[in-house]
């Protein structure tokens, strides 16, 4: 195979790199394997070493492939989890409350055949300027930050960082250090705040330095983050963040009546 250079293409090791990653998600090598070596992908594609290095610099960046100090260099070895960040129940009539994030998280990794395990902290922290506008609070008014650190098989898969009202909070299991028992969502409701409509804001930024090391994620590799507002009759009752590796999460909702929206998966498409 040859990628010579033609009048206005790309540099060769960016069509080199845009080969290699077609070959990838065809599937022609499995995560956990090594990709071939520097010589071979130089006879295979004609190009000069330094070529393949900067082809495979790319796609490090990307996420898809690890180098391994002494051993080579290997397809990132995890799978892609859809998580429904909202699912209806179905026939659900207004005022319906809103299922807890925490049984959805246990049925997918279920599904997948995953161990899921957490870590839990509570802290009283200053509300940043987002967090207060959307909880409506004065500047810088404290706020119950109750944060759960997901895995799946070990590996870093969520943060998760839920913030409420200190008013709120008090005297409800929300200011215990220990995850509740049905998740927040019945401590919540237990206190009178029953949240039955959400906000959800939706982008990808790049992680921060501590983000990348927690989660492991190669350098180019953005986050997903969900910013939710939790809302019951009397107003907004939490502003939820949770952040995922772009490279290892599909972010799914299922809105309105389809029948398939009570079991973990994706929608099949329609023929």
């Known amino acids: 195979m040859n990628i010579s250079r033609g009048a206005g293409q790309a540099p060769k090791y960016q069509r080199l790199a845009a080969d290699l990653r077609r070959r990838i998600m065809d599937g022609e090598w499995q995560g956990g394997v090594p990709l071939p070596v520097e010589g071979e992908l130089e006879s295979q594609y004609g190009v000069a070493r330094n070529t393949v290095r900067l082809a495979v610099d790319v796609l490090v960046n990307e996420g898809l492939l690890v180098r391994i100090q002494g051993k080579g260099t290997y397809l990132k070895d995890h799978s892609v989890v859809d998580h429904h960040v909202y699912r209806a129940p179905n026939g659900a009539a207004p005022g319906t409350p809103l299922g807890a994030a925490t049984s959805v998280y246990v049925e997918e990794a279920q599904a997948a055949g995953r161990k899921l395990t957490s870590d839990f902290q509570m802290l009283i922290v200053r509300a940043t300027t987002d967090i207060t506008e959307r909880l409506r609070l004065a500047p810088g008014e404290a706020v119950?930050?109750?944060?759960?650190?997901?895995?799946?098989?070990?590996?870093?898969w969520s943060v998760e960082e839920s913030h409420y009202p200190v008013r709120l909070a008090a005297a409800t299991a929300l200011m215990d250090p220990d995850p509740v028992p049905g998740g927040d969502e019945a401590a919540l409701a237990e206190a009178g705040h029953v949240e039955t409509a959400c906000v959800d804001e939706l982008c990808a930024r790049m992680p921060n330095p501590e983000e990348a090391r927690w989660f492991q994620a190669g350098p180019g590799v953005p986050l997903l983050?969900?910013?939710?507002?939790?809302?019951?009759?009397?107003?907004?009752?939490?502003?939820?963040?949770?952040?995922?590796?772009?490279?290892?999460?599909?972010?799914?909702?299922?809105?309105?009546?389809l029948e398939s929206t009570a079991s973990v998966g994706r929608v099949p498409a329609q023929r």
Do not use: F
């Not at 910013?227 to 909702?253: F, I, K, M």
């Open 225 to 257: 983050v969900q910013l939710r507002t939790g809302v019951a009759q009397a107003g907004p009752v939490r502003v939820t963040e949770t952040r995922y590796c772009a490279d290892r999460n599909r972010l799914v909702y299922s809105l309105g009546g």
């Open 144 to 156: 119950v930050l109750r944060r759960v650190l997901r895995y799946l098989d070990g590996e870093p």
